[in-house]
């Protein structure tokens, strides 16, 4: 198989800004997460949990929704809470552009 035989929808190359960090919780749980930042997705940011693989497209008002956590990174009630905590801190606010 050659390139010519694939039917690209998108292709595009940006540049981002990337953040890694790795913390235990009150709780003890530990996370080691990648945040990007990219203009992609209106706004919400990457995040990335590099023990499972598991990430999601997430802004602030997400953290607000019951269960959005607990289901995309498969985590409990108290970690999900906890991790929630963190990524308050750092999600801020979506700034539509367009």
Do not use: C, W
């Not at 990219?38 to 999601?56: A, E, P």
């Amino acid at each position: 198989m050659q390139l010519k035989d694939f039917d690209f929808l998108s292709d595009s190359t940006e540049q981002t800004s990337t953040r890694y960090v790795t913390f235990v919780t009150p709780g003890l749980a530990r996370f080691d997460l990648v945040i990007l930042t990219t203009n992609r997705f209106y706004g919400k940011k990457l995040v990335i949990d590099m023990q499972s693989g598991r990430s999601g497209v997430l802004a602030y008002d997400d953290l607000e929704e019951e269960g959005v956590l607990e289901s995309v990174f498969k985590l409990n009630e108290e970690e999900a809470s906890e991790l929630a905590q963190f990524l308050a801190l750092v999600l801020g606010e979506v700034h539509f552009t367009d």
